[in-house]
């Protein structure tokens, strides 16, 4: 029997790793004032939606495995596991990219001490599977000792983004804001950079149907989880409007860069005031923030191959818990294995810009792609009973295809968003052509997963009969 070690705020701070878009602030800064009310739309469109589809869904269905569950029971087991499958993969180099990106930051706070790190790049690489290898053996302990890291890291992501806030205030008050909000133009960018700043917007406010895989490891079942979903889309809209207008009171958007540019400005802000010196002790806390954010996206994806390991779907080891921490080790073992060598690969030849630029653009493709599956059973299940005692949108079955169908239109266009090449790429067709190969290779792989367990199955029952 699973033990349930997480409790309102234990959940909440999950929640807040996974689900704030703190990583994607200067992302949005560089596109200008216009992304402002982006981030708006895009939780009014996509997570608003998704937070709602969460709700209803994990009311419905019981299992393990959330969107992979949902999917498998609605349309059929070949679809759920190529859902589950794409949901799993797309993590893989997500978390790589995360570790990058929260190692790159702890280079920075530890200062002069930190520059060998940007000097030697075997050494970064290093010290950032050094890293995945110990949020691994935290898991394995189980979610009793990896949930303090989280709860750690979003108590770190509040201070940093309160912070940021204080310093961006503080530095238009003095000298004024960098960016002039006032005559600036809000027109949505319907160019290359538009697209490429939806895509990554809707990536960014994403997360918060990972809570489903949690709930049976929640104290509170199913009324926790809709509590937390509640509180969450308050601190989404908070976090993204208010952190990215930070990050424009203290830079222009051309200084803003996407993988040094929050604690750039972070940095910036702190010296324009004359407080320099606390520089390092909030990159402290935004390195707790963003490695506790990894240790919750870690977590819950594991529960993916463990769930297709019980249905049989991949070998049965993966359906395994520890005796005694009931933590997946087989599914944590390989997701801590797989990220440490796509770090090594991602870095071979390239700088640490580039291998962390190719770490987001194999994600964002791939992490979309399971919404569509998402809101296409949300929209099945809105025309079947619901489950004795379950909760559902007010408003009956109108609502619910309504925002269904919003939610569906919102991934479709972010998908097609991410087939944008950047205009940077000097072979931009070249570029799209990279993409569709690897979402075609990253489906057809679980195609062949799903094709080789259902020849295993049809081999026992013959031999069993």
Known sequence: MTTRTLGFADLFFYAVSMALATRWLSTAA???????????????????????????????????????????????PFWGFVCGWIYWVCNLPFFAGQLVFTMNIAALALGSAGKP??????AFMAATVALSLVIGWLHYIGLGAGKWLSNVGAIGGFALVGALILIGALVGLKHGPATDLVHASYAPPLNANGAILWATIVFGVGGTEALAFLRNDVRGGIKTILKVLGVVAVVQIIVAVGGTAAV????????????????????????????????????????????????????????????????????????????????????IATQTVITAAIIILSQAGESLKGAYDFLVAMSVLSYTLPFLFLFSVFLATQFKPGSEGGWRLPGGRRTGVAVGLVGLIATTIAVGCTLVPSPDAKDQLGEVLKLVFAAAVLILSGVFFYAVARWRQTVRSRAAS
């Open 30 to 76: 560089s596109a200008g004032p216009s992304s402002l009310w982006i981030w708006l739309l895009a939780v009014a469109v996509f997570s608003g939606p998704l937070i709602i589809a969460t709700a209803e869904l994990t009311t419905r269905f019981d299992g393990e495995g959330g969107v992979y569950d949902w999917t498998a029971r609605t349309f059929g």
């Open 117 to 122: 790190l940007f000097a030697n790049p075997d």
């Open 248 to 331: 424009l009171f203290i830079m222009s958007p051309e200084a803003a860069t996407r993988l040094s540019g929050l604690p750039d400005a972070l940095a910036l802000g702190l010296n324009s005031l004359g407080a320099g010196g606390l520089a390092p002790i909030i990159l402290a806390g935004a390195f707790l923030y963003f490695l506790g954010s990894y240790s919750a996206w870690f977590g819950v994806a594991a529960r993916l191959p463990f769930a297709a390991g019980i249905d049989a779907y991949l070998p049965a080891a993966f359906g395994r818990r520890a005796p005694k921490s009931g933590a997946p080790v087989v599914s």
